[in-house]
């Protein structure tokens, strides 16, 4: 893939995704579909997915922001679900899916069969999790969801080496495939927890250097997965590991660095996203050209099971995990909030394949030995069918059975009491603190700017609790929200005249750019409280 090629993948996804936001569409299948219809247009190039790429270059960074923007506090609270389907789930997709694919399938070793169901047993949840959010789930249910995409890569990429291995005749027994799985996941958890510390402590010893910071959180996801799978452990858990930990850290660092880096990833998160749920659909000549003896319409039939099959196994795993924990233990029905047949339903619809298992089948070696792997291309072929039907018919269908069920989702106004209250109890210790600065002679400050710090902090104070309040009849806008209509357009008319001072040369383009960024921060700090 050239560099033209490249930046064409990058701004057609990105043009397809702004679209997506205008319809009620979700955007990674609206991406799968026109990666679809791109494949066969004619002079559309040869996108083929290259696990080279993907596992260590695309995975490591959309892994990294999703576990910076989880929290490390919930995912603790809610760490027994997440487990039984991060891991547990995984591993017994593995062997179900696997054995169900040996039945179904004739001629299928069930050493392929297993590589299969590892392949396409770990749910990628971007497309879940932002449906979610959208409609409001309630928050454990995200968090869960949130929590098991985050590990489940890892449990599935040491599966598949077992199977690999098995599948080429390495002679690989339980003993060695457990052995395996603990040093993937050991060994990628102890990676991340001694990168956590030292490359927490050097951000902040990079204060007030944005620039500096920001690079290296860039090259953070790269530098953990690597060290991980150099020493044959798990890059997957490495990144989440440390990603947790730095998230939940980062109000320790200087808030410039803050400022940028959400900017910074939530572009590199987009572009990423959007290019590989393109990457998606664009693989579709490649697998079908490379079908061999099974006929279009044999390795269909074989498709829709294996597509069941899936779908099948994860409530089958769902159901009995929620409910048979909290029936055995009183104190897992203490500790955790009671749930209904809903709640796991939703779990189990949003099963979403990805891009993951795609790159891990691609990853099959042709030839095992100076033999081919057996039916390496019908299974190809079947776990691309099985990632576009999930995206396709539960992502389709997520939406409308979230709104059917009527789950309760999240109260918003008492989130907004909450946080009126937190902001409270913050403006009372920063007034105290005014006032113990401000009798020191040290600190002393003209009248206007002393009541100027006190205005800023009633302002801060205030504005939550507005936003509980009536709205305008005219407008349909709270005092906070024409508070902050007003300020903007003031901040509007004071852009406007910095930019005729500079072309009149009454000040220069330095002068301007210095004044303007006063301006955008002032904006951002107001779009901030609006966005909250």
């Known amino acids: 893939m050239d560099a ?30 026109a990666g679809l219809a791109a494949s066969y247009v004619p002079g559309v190039p040869d996108y083929t997915l290259d696990p080279h790429i993907v596992l260590p270059l695309i995975l490591p960074p959309l892994l990294y922001t999703a576990a910076v923007e989880s929290s490390y506090l919930d995912l603790r ?9 991060s891991v547990g789930y995984v591993l017994f997709a593995t062997v179900a899916v696997g054995w169900l694919a040996y039945v179904l399938v004739p001629d299928l070793p069930l050493t392929a069969a297993l590589v299969l169901g590892a392949v396409i047993a770990p749910p990628d949840a971007v497309a879940a999790t932002a449906i979610a959010r959208k409609l409001g789930l309630p928050h454990r249910i995200t968090t869960i969801l949130q929590g098991e995409s985050l590990v489940n890569d890892a449990t599935a990429i040491t599966a598949f080496k077992v199977a690999l291995a098995a599948a080429v005749g390495e002679g ?30 050097l951000r902040c010893r990079l204060d007030g250097q944005a620039l500096l910071q920001n690079t290296l959180s860039l090259l953070i996801p790269f530098v953990a997965y690597a060290a991980a799978e150099e020493v044959g452990a798990s890059g997957v858990l490495a990144v989440v590991v440390v990603g947790l ?3 939940h850290r980062n109000w320790q660092v200087d808030f410039a660095t803050r400022l940028q880096e959400e900017a910074v990833w939530k572009m590199v998160a987009f572009i990423l996203e959007s290019s590989v749920f393109a990457l998606i659909g664009l693989q579709l000549p490649y697998v079908v050209q490379g079908l061999g003896r099974y006929g279009i319409g044999e390795a269909a039939g074989y498709a829709v099971g294996v597509f069941v099959a899936v779908v099948v196994v994860r409530f089958v795993w769902v159901y009995p995990a929620t409910f048979l924990p909290r029936w055995m233990s009183e104190r897992i029905r203490e500790r955790e909030p009671g749930v209904d047949w809903r709640a796991p339903l939703i779990v189990g619809w949003a099963g979403m394949r990805g891009v993951v298992s795609l790159a891990i089948a691609f990853s099959i070696p042709v030839m095992t030995g100076g033999v081919e792997f057996p039916a390496r291309n019908l299974v190809l ?41 937190a902001q409270s109890e913050a403006s009372r210790a920063a007034e105290e603190r005014l006032d113990q600065l401000l009798a020191d002679e040290a600190n002393t400050l003209p009248q206007p700017l002393a009541d100027r710090l006190r205005t800023v902090l009633e302002r801060r104070r205030n504005a939550v609790w507005e936003r509980l309040g009536a709205v305008n009849d005219v407008t349909g806008e709270t005092a906070d929200d024409t508070y902050r209509r007003l300020a903007g357009e003031m901040i509007d008319a004071e852009r406007a005249v910095f930019v005729r001072l500079r072309d009149e040369r009454r000040i220069d383009d330095e002068m301007m750019r210095t004044l303007l960024r006063r301006l955008d921060l002032e904006e951002a700090a107001a779009y901030r409280e609006e966005t909250t």
Not at 77 to 85: S, T
Not at 382 to 399: A, E, N, R, S, Y
């Open 4 to 33: 033209l090629q490249l930046v064409g993948l990058v701004a057609a996804s990105a043009a397809v995704a702004g679209v997506a936001r205008r319809t009620p569409v979700p955007a990674p299948l609206l991406l799968v579909a």
């Open 77 to 85: 609270a809610n760490i027994r679900p997440v487990a039984l389907l």
């Open 172 to 201: 690989v027994g339980w003993a060695g495939g457990i052995g395996e799985f603990g040093l993937a996941a050991v060994g990628g958890i102890g990676v991340g927890l001694v990168l956590m510390v030292p490359i927490h402590w």
């Open 245 to 247: 930990f730095l998230g």
């Open 381 to 421: 072929f079947l776990t691309f069918t099985t990632v576009i039907g999930t995206l396709v018919v539960q992502g389709l269908t997520l939406p409308p059975l979230i709104r059917l069920l009527k789950l309760p989702g999240r109260d918003t106004h008492a989130e907004t009491l909450a946080e009126a209250q």
